[in-house]
């Protein structure tokens, strides 16, 4: 079985540029969460989405927003880059809101 | 605020030699706990939940324990493809959203 995919796995941007990242759950997950990993340091939430709605919002600034789509699938943006966001993204799906969280591989993100 | 504490932030330790990692945490109310194995550079993959003190799970040479103020992830006769950062996690305790709070992980080493 297909785990969960993340695309791009890598990506440069530049101070101020805006970025959107792509998460796949596993088949038959209908919440996805994102969070954000730098280097030396555990996962920190950003969002949950379920069935379509935002669930939750970690402590992060208004540039960071995120959606889900009918086919339970999901973007992160994240407008007016700071060198501050270049980090390792990362989406978990799981069966329901409040089961256990699969994670992808992850986007590496580097901010110039 | 719920708050995961690892320790030791490092550890080194020679093919064969068994030892324990220790993850505190602070919440009300514990959801599970959670212990996730990250490779440099991906998405952590998870290893157990645990849900009430005096439970246990294994799987090949890990075993996880939990009480009502820490878990233990002990690895008996470790092999270098052990090496890996290992992060617990919990559930916040409150609210509609089931997000994770990691704690920063323990950079596990295993020399042959």
């Known amino acids: 079985d297909a785990g969960v995919t993340q695309s791009p796995t890598h990506l440069i941007k530049t101070r101020g540029q805006h970025v959107t990242l792509r998460c796949s759950p596993i088949s038959g997950h209908k919440s996805v969460s994102w969070y954000q990993q730098v280097l030396g340091q555990g996962p920190q939430f950003i969002f949950q989405?379920?069935?379509?709605?935002?669930?939750g919002r970690g402590n992060f600034p208004d540039r960071f927003s995120a959606r889900q789509f009918p086919n339970y699938s999901s973007e992160l943006n994240v407008n007016a880059l700071l060198l501050g966001d270049s980090a390792l993204y990362l989406c978990?799906?799981?069966?329901?809101?409040?089961?256990?969280?699969?994670f992808g591989p992850g986007t590496r993100l580097l901010v110039l | 605020e719920d708050q995961v504490t690892q320790s030791p932030e490092a550890l080194r330790l020679q093919e064969g030699e068994s030892s324990s990692l220790n993850c505190s945490y602070t919440?009300?109310?514990?959801?599970?706990l959670f212990w996730y194995r990250q490779d440099p550079g991906k998405g952590p993959e998870f290893l157990f939940t645990?849900?009430?003190a005096g439970e246990e799970k294994e799987k090949e040479r890990l075993k996880a324990t939990l009480t009502k103020k820490e878990s233990f992830l002990h690895i008996t006769a470790p092999k270098p493809e052990d090496s890996a950062t290992y992060h617990c996690?919990?559930?916040?305790?409150?609210?509609?959203?089931?997000?994770?709070?990691f704690g920063k992980g323990t950079l596990l080493t295993v020399n042959p």
């Open positions: 996690a919990v559930p916040n305790s409150g609210g509609s959203n089931y997000k994770l709070t």
């Open positions: 978990a799906s799981s069966v329901g809101q409040g089961e256990t969280q699969y």
């Open positions: 919440v009300s109310g514990l959801r599970g």
């Open positions: 645990l849900y009430s």
């Open positions: 989405y379920y069935e379509k709605e935002e669930r």
